[in-house]
């Protein structure tokens, strides 16, 4: 069962427009959600988490419990974050599930 | 350098033939996993290890067979009994005090011939 939704797979802007990757779960329980990002060339990493409240190269996402999302923003988008964007998924202890994926692609 | 490390990065395999994928890790880490990406479909769990001598099947186990002997090694079998391998494969760790944190390896891309 899928258990999270990236409705888009691809998404292009603008560099200095604002973004948002759409990120849905299903879960009952009290969701541990993350979004982690790929580079090109590099190893997937953890952008962040919503349990940290954090804000990460201008990242932000806020768990929606009410709609069971988890959306990533960012006011202005730079080139550098052209990348592939993954939103996950931690419940029953380890066991992790991810998106699709989102390829954002920033142009100049 | 620590971290995880995957080897082959590039694997061809005949049909019919078991492949095994190794996995390794430094970081001291409790937790290790196996996620196959495919385009278009993501990440998908295949199995996933909590502790030594202890795993659970993910998503998509059928036609995949893993270990756990030692904290630091986590290798994937991949079956002839695998109805499409052809696949690029991530393996992951994380531990406590890192929570939800993965740290994944490059990768492994298996063709089948």
């Known amino acids: 069962a899928q258990r999270v939704t990236q409705p888009e797979k691809l998404l292009s802007v603008f560099k200095g427009a604002p973004v948002e990757l759409k990120c849905n779960y299903s879960?009952?329980?009290?969701?541990?959600l993350f979004w982690y990002v790929q580079y090109s060339r590099q190893r997937l990493q953890l952008l962040l988490r919503?349990?940290s409240r954090e804000s990460i190269k201008g990242f932000t996402a806020d768990l929606n419990k009410g709609e069971t999302s988890f959306h990533l923003k960012k006011p202005f988008a730079q080139e550098e974050d052209s990348a592939m964007y993954y939103c996950a998924l931690s419940y029953n202890n380890n066991d992790m599930r991810f998106g699709a994926g989102t390829r954002l692609t920033v142009k100049p | 350098d620590g971290g995880i490390t995957q080897s082959p990065k590039y694997l061809f395999r005949k049909e019919g033939q078991n492949v095994t994928l190794s996995c390794e890790q430094n970081?001291?880490?409790?937790?290790m996993y196996w996620y196959r990406q495919d385009p278009g479909q993501g990440l998908r769990l295949i199995y996933y290890?909590?502790?030594?001598?202890?795993?659970q099947k993910g998503d998509i186990a059928e036609g995949y067979s893993v270990s756990r002997e030692k904290k630091e090694s986590f290798p994937l079998t991949v079956t002839s009994a695998q109805k499409n391998p052809t696949a690029f494969y991530l393996c992951?760790?994380?531990?406590?005090?890192?929570?939800?944190?993965?740290?994944f390896g490059e990768g492994s891309r298996l063709t089948v011939l």
């Open positions: 879960y009952s329980g009290s969701p541990e």
């Open positions: 290890s909590q502790i030594v001598n202890d795993f």
């Open positions: 919503h349990i």
């Open positions: 992951a760790s994380s531990g406590q005090g890192h929570t939800g944190e993965l740290f």
């Open positions: 970081l001291n880490h409790d937790a």
